[in-house]
């Protein structure tokens, strides 16, 4: 509970309702438009699978150097469908999408005034 009362204040939502099944969901907390972005990180020089991890809001492989040759810079790599192998290497990161003008007008014509995400969290 004091978790959720710091995020709260502090009008930061994590997106935790948004499952990694689906692709793209909106955030039952905020309303965000969220897609679930899966990226693996590798070394540059052997090509090797390094585990991913996010830090200061970028992909960074865990380890400083790699494991198999001990070269220290590496690439990021999108992962569309994530398997059962890549999951191990694999960091989720929930990106906000903004709509365009004209996907923003209907999405609020369906969802009317009933229910508005976009309000709750806001006191
Ligand atoms: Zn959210
Ligand atoms: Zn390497």
Partial sequence: MILLEYFRKNNVCHHDKVTPEKDVAYCPNCGELIENQWYITRCSCCGVKLKAIIKNGEVVP?????????????????VN????????????????IKPSVDEITQSWCDVGDAYNPKLIGNY
């Fill in 62 to 78: 865990e380890a400083h150097y790699c494991h198999n040759c001990g070269f220290k810079s590496f690439i990021v790599e999108r």
């Fill in 81 to 96: 469908k994530i398997n059962f192998i890549d999951i191990n290497y694999a960091v989720l990161v929930k990106a906000v």
